[in-house]
């Protein structure tokens, strides 16, 4: 027996340990193996250092919290405590103490949190858990909104404080065994384990709400995009899982900040148009997302019949050409918005939650802001808009009466009409006359005042036309 072999403390524990307590010596390292709250296995220079306190408090605070980083060890130790897989089947724990320098050099010194180092290392370690269980593993990238702003106005100081206050926000907005880490000067990364691809939305708008609820002095507001990959969606390589995380926030930025977006595959491109122009090029990619958005729905053509609709409208109303022409086209992309979104929830037959709800209500600007260098300002701003409601109880921007852009409240009117004449999965469609007597009823509070005349005009001119 070597003389640096360290018996296991727990009874439950015997000397067939003794082979993997002398390897573990070998190491040098102070390191020990917790099972149950026991020490199971322990290097000699673990035990010279936690001495007859056995599991050391950070480290039994860390377990509890499902691992990670902390200072304050024994002899100003850096704990370190990681999951493993026990042969019982059981999770265990392997709990490291690192020496200060070594320890300091995987912790943020501004936040506490474990820096981009340790992070990648987490990374690998749970890419490789994943891939040996089966089991789902998501990334959410988080980035602090205009952040550069706050030093400019604010001050450094001012900075570092938002910081400190978004990493104590975003810690306990995280679940036990997730893994959060400051990996950029306002850049969060946060992995989950066990988790999918909606699980991790879900929690990212958690976040995004943790950071943006409460302001963090007078007049200091900040807001949060993030970013969120499924390992299987990155064909389950750690460092794609981090790439398309980040293209995910790119595009949560992109489209206006302040949102969390999954990554979404790209469609296949649409051929080139003969003249090579990148204009119409772009036109038939929007039109091939908003196509696509009524395909995945169970409606091809809702945006075509909502485009028509909305121009009988306008006509109703006597709007010249050209706005009729600009409605169609911002008719046409209505829905656009709804592409980056998750198919699963754009599709489920059961009442979506209220935190559901507002991420697929992210639509509406998102499009706005994917038409941006297709349509006018003013057609952005209907497609913004059509979500609004006459009462001021709608979204983005709770806009109410003639607030709403003129374009947006007929949009509001056909869009709302065509979906109750096309069959859903949790209902059949709606006769002519039932869906204009719902018309009629939300005149008012969901639509304008004159919403149903309107609707009657336009629906007779279509029949003659």
């Excluded at 850096?78 to 026990?86: A, I, K, Q, T, Y």
């Excluded at 302040?258 to 491109?269: C, G, I, K, N, V």
């Excluded at 497609?383 to 607030?403: F, M, S, T, V």
Aim: hydrophobic content about 45%; some cysteine.
């Amino acid at each position: 027996m070597t003389p640096h072999l360290t018996v296991p403390l727990g009874p439950r524990f015997r000397s067939r340990d003794a082979l993997a307590a002398t390897a573990l010596d070998a190491l040098g390292e102070a390191v020990a193996v917790v099972d149950r709250g026991e020490v199971a296995l322990a290097t000699a220079a673990f035990r010279r250092k936690a001495g007859e306190e056995g599991v050391p408090a950070p480290a039994e605070r860390l377990i509890a919290a499902g691992g990670g980083l902390e200072d304050g060890g024994p002899e100003g130790t850096v704990v370190e405590v990681r999951p493993c897989p026990l042969p019982s089947g059981r999770t265990g724990w392997v709990v490291r103490l690192r020496e200060p320098a070594e320890g300091l050099a995987l912790l943020d010194p501004l936040t506490g949190l474990p820096n981009r180092r340790a992070f990648d290392a987490r990374l690998g370690e749970e890419v490789a858990r994943a891939a040996r269980t089966g089991r789902p593993l998501s990334l959410v990238l988080l980035d602090l909104d205009h952040f550069k702003r706050v030093n400019d106005e604010h001050g450094h100081p001012a900075g570092d404080a938002v910081l400190v206050e978004a990493s104590r926000r975003l810690t306990t907005a995280a679940r036990p065994g997730d893994a959060l880490a400051r990996v950029g000067g306002e850049e969060f990364a946060w992995l989950l384990p066990e988790a999918g691809a909606e699980e991790a939305v879900a929690a990212a708008d958690r976040a995004r709400s943790a950071v943006s609820e409460r302001a963090f002095a007078e007049d200091l507001h900040v807001t949060a995009s993030a970013g969120v990959c499924e390992l299987e969606a990155a064909g389950g390589c750690g460092s794609a899982l981090y790439r398309l995380a980040d293209e995910a926030l790119y595009s949560a930025k992109a489209y206006g900040r302040d949102m969390a977006l999954a990554w979404r595959p790209p469609a296949a491109e649409a051929a080139e148009p003969a003249d090579g122009e990148p204009g119409p090029h772009a036109w038939v990619r929007l039109q091939r997302d908003a196509d696509e958005v009524d395909r995945m729905l169970g409606d091809p053509g809702h945006a075509a019949k909502v485009a028509r609709l909305a121009v009988a409208l306008a006509v109703a109303l006597d709007w010249p050409a050209h706005l009729q022409a600009q409605l169609h086209r911002a008719a046409t992309l209505h829905d656009v918005g709804k592409r980056p979104l998750l198919p699963a929830l754009l599709r489920r037959r059961a009442p979506l939650t209220p935190a559901q709800r507002a991420h697929v209500g992210q639509h509406p600007r998102i499009g706005a802001a994917m038409a941006a260098g297709e349509l006018a300002p003013e057609a952005c701003g209907w497609i913004r808009h059509h979500h609004e409601r006459w009462d001021g109880g709608g979204h983005p921007d709770g806009l109410r009466a003639d607030a709403i852009p003129a374009g947006a409240q007929l949009l509001a009117i056909a869009d709302a009409y065509d979906a109750m004449r096309s069959p859903r999965p949790y209902r059949d469609a709606l006769t002519e006359e039932a869906a204009l007597a719902e018309v009629d009823g939300g005149a008012g509070t969901q639509f304008r005042p004159d919403a149903g005349v309107l609707l009657r005009h336009a629906l007779g001119w279509l029949a003659g036309a």
